[in-house]
Nanobody
């Protein structure tokens, strides 16, 4: 069983930055593709960013491209989502998810096996 621990959410103003971390316990992180999803009140959960197991490939939601950067440190079992120039529309609960033995970047929520508990990001305008 893989346990994911997310942290780094909070309340910020538009234009500020936040760094979300996802730490995995109980596994070898280099085997896992990682994705970040978010869900705003009354909306469907949506893909935000994904990274392949090796960390060599990434994909982003169009609206966050150029502002968010996802990286993966397999030696620390940690994936980090750096979020810059935050906007009010980025307000949501953010979830980290992983899929074992994936060399691809996965954008569909159903492709992931394990999920974190979520961390709230609130951006005031």
């Amino acid at each position: 069983q893989v346990q994911l621990d997310e942290s780094g959410g909070g309340l910020v103003q538009a234009g500020d930055s936040l760094r979300l971390s996802c730490v995995a316990a109980g596994t070898t992180f280099s085997w896992y593709a990682v994705g970040w999803f978010r869900q705003a009140p009354g909306k469907e959960r949506e893909f935000v960013a994904g990274i392949s197991g090796s960390g060599g490939r990434t994909e982003y939601l169009v609206s966050v491209k150029g502002r968010f950067t996802l990286s993966k440190d397999n030696t620390k079992n940690t994936a980090t989502l750096q979020m810059n120039n935050l906007k009010s529309e980025d307000t949501a609960v953010y979830y980290c998810a992983v899929k074992q033995f994936s060399t691809q970047v996965l954008t569909a929520s159903g492709a992931y096996e394990y999920w974190g508990q979520g961390t709230q990001v609130t951006v005031s305008s």
